[in-house]
């Protein structure tokens, strides 16, 4: 398999990237290197013959053309976005540039692309437009998402991502461009950059900083590995139906403030001269229009192509707090390089 990853430099995108050169297939990596981005989450696989890296911008018609044109993949798989919630209450028109025009110009390069291959190939080819559970809006106390939960997004970021998404599906009807939508629930694991909720507590625990806590911290979301998602998108790359939602989940709902006692937890064990780092909780003001609650039922992918997810939430998390002690030639530079102050204020302001 030859594939193009969007976005191969983030959090998801490398794990994707990694993935797919541990399984043999190629790989290009097409990445505007936005501030989320590190090419050293790609050490493990640079020097592999199999993987390359461009950068370019989703948005760049030309671009989208000429790495087509020169990987003839059999799969794209559109990783790139801006996806940070807090930064889109802030300043939401970054988000619809990337996660709506950008993957309107890749889908568009991407039908000019596919219409050029032999019937055999077109029949092959897919395009995976990488998505979140967070375009259906907010639960309550019951019941999950799936492929039939209708999109009500919150957050400018979910409606960005719920717009690409749209397009996407809006192709396969319109065109036939083999499409398949992955709905993914929150992502956790080694490599994410450090303003997300996980490496945030990690890292500032580490440092002896308070533990921000958005509200009473009662908010629930469904947490599956990295890895274990990169493994689902490969698979709809090479089995999904064209055309279908997948969504994706490992049924591992947590309270975020449960989360951050977890972190403290696997710190207090694993670095006892800070414990106990629940201390260093701090509740602050809540998002504005905070979703209470995210849960996805992964039926359809687990089912229909066999994909189960293989880590654990507490191993993972414990895994994932003793990368971040390890990885600190990976995280302090981009600890550096970005602004700490709270984010997403904005909203709270109108
Ligand atoms: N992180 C999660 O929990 C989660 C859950 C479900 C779905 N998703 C989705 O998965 C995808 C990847 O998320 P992530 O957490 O890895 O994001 P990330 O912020 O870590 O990485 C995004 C990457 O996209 C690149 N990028 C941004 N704009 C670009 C552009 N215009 N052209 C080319 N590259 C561009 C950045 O440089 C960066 O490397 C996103 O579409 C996101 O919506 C994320």
Redesign the pocket.
Known sequence: MRYVV????????SAVCRAAIAAGASVLN?????Y??SLESLAEVEGCPRYAFRQ????DAAAVKAALADVQPDAIL???????VDRSIDGPSAFV??NMV?TATLLEGALAYWRSLSPERQGRFRFVQ????EVYGSLGAEGRFDENSRYQPNSPYAAS?AGGDHLARAFAHTYGLPVVVSN????YGPF??PE?LIPLVILNAVEGRPLPVYGDGGQVRDWLHVEDHAAALLRLAARGRPGETYCIGARAERRNLDVVQAICAALDALRPSGAPHARLIAHVQDRAGHDRRYAIDPGKIESELGWRPRIAFEAGLRETVAWYLDHRAWWEPLRARYDRSRLGLAGAAA
């Open positions: 969007t976005g191969g430099a983030g959090f998801i995108g097409l990445d505007k290197l936005t989320a981005a370019a911008d989703i948005c559109n990783l790139a976005a801006e996806t940070h540039q990337t950008g990488v998505s979140t559970d991502k993914c629930s929150n992502n994410q950059f997300k």
